[in-house]
């Protein structure tokens, strides 16, 4: 039997049922889900182990790698700087990055970037994998690059190349990188333990990933799900682990606990406030999460509904219920989610990696519990 620690409101004891379920059925190693409510955190619950030996607990300290989900933390920073009249998002991208416009790129919006329609879903040609290391390379590979398909006619998801088009146009605009912002603008002021680059003190708290048993099924192999996932170069690699951690990658190595993207995707969800602070008006948030784009997504399997940055959940409700929520979800099976209709932040971290590129069974378990305690 594994000891739940943490806490859910009465209303929400089903939901600490749910998710010590995930534990006794051999579904999860270490796991962490909170939920906030109206800005008040409602259910924060925490089991098992760290680190493969199985002897440091995962605690309420415990650090996860949430890959894509960092996307969400990516799409906040955008949202501030469109806010703080930094960025727009009708916007050319190569207004704040003249470079980007090259091989024919010249009217790509920033909208269109952030919701995966500019064609730049991976590399097609062969490169060393240690080259994501180095952001300005690829930066300057990014903005050389021919669009995969016509820009704007469909979208294809860029699960690395997300991060070094939303933080370069961030840094062009604003001067700072993701990972600084982040930390001087959200997760120090507010208590957020939410990292875009992790300083070498912390990496003592991160949980030892088990990997997942199998590839998650891709659908069809066409040319930008190959750019974007097939190939040997397609994510970094040939550089140690701790490299991987100190790098800045918007898109995928973000490092946080669910209790802080559980608060950020609540104030999201409650008018833009965090801690009796504003940090986005309602206004810009709905400019955020309203769909710019519907339909068969070219890299993923699924019909997309994209936000500037987020998924939106009404297409395949990886979420459960909700129509009107928006978020993102991480490889492996982590997620951050936002309700504004209940007002609710979820969000789910994990070290048993699963198989579903999005709609994992177990967080999807644990915010149905939640749903039906409303």
Not at 50 to 62: I, L, S, V
Not at 95 to 108: C, S, T, V, Y
Not at 294 to 317: C, H, I, Y
Not at 328 to 337: D, E, I, K, L, R
Request: glycine share 10%; charged share 20%.
């Amino acid at each position: 039997m594994v000891e739940i620690a943490g806490f859910a409101a009465p209303r929400f004891a089903s939901v600490q049922d749910a998710f010590a379920a995930n534990f006794e059925q051999g579904l999860e190693r270490g796991a962490r889900f909170t939920v906030a409510e109206a800005g008040e955190v409602v259910v924060d619950l925490w089991a098992g182990v760290a680190d493969r030996a199985g002897e440091r607990p995962f605690d309420e300290r415990t650090l996860v790698p949430v890959f894509s989900t960092t996307k969400a933390i990516a799409a906040v920073l955008v949202a501030r700087a469109v806010e703080a009249g930094q960025i727009a998002y009708g916007q050319p991208v190569a207004e704040l990055w003249p470079e980007f416009a090259q091989a024919g790129k010249g009217a790509i919006t920033v909208e269109q970037a952030l919701s995966h329609q500019a064609g730049l879903s991976g590399f097609p040609e062969k490169m060393d994998p240690a080259l994501w290391f180095d952001w300005d390379a690829i930066c300057a590979k990014l903005a050389a690059m021919a669009p995969l398909w016509p820009p704007g006619t469909a979208s294809g998801y860029h699960p690395i190349t997300f991060g070094y088009i939303a933080g370069e146009l961030f840094r062009r605009a604003t001067g700072r990188t993701m990972g600084a912002a982040l930390r001087e603008d959200l997760a120090q002021p507010f208590g957020l333990d939410l990292w875009i680059g992790l300083p070498d003190s912390e990496f003592g708290r991160v949980a030892d990933l088990q990997r997942p048993p199998g590839l998650p099924d891709f659908g069809e192999r066409n040319a930008p799900t190959q750019a974007a996932f097939m190939t040997s170069w397609s994510s970094p690699a040939g550089r140690n682990q701790d490299e991987w951690r100190r790098m800045e990658l918007p898109s995928a190595n973000g490092h946080a606990t669910a209790e802080a993207l559980a608060r950020l995707m609540g104030a999201l969800a409650d008018q833009g406030r965090l801690g009796g602070r504003e940090i986005l008006s309602p206004q810009v948030i709905a400019e955020m999460a309203r769909e710019r784009i519907r339909g068969q997504d070219l890299v993923l399997p699924f019909v997309m509904s994209w936000g500037a940055g987020v998924m939106r959940n009404e297409t395949e409700k990886p979420w459960g219920p909700a129509m009107q929520s928006f978020g993102h979800s991480g490889w492996g099976g982590s997620c951050a989610v936002a309700d504004p209709e209940t007002r609710i932040g979820m969000a789910y971290a994990m070290n048993k990696q699963g198989t579903k590129l999005m709609g994992d069974a177990r967080p999807k378990r644990l915010i149905e519990a939640v749903y039906a305690a409303l």
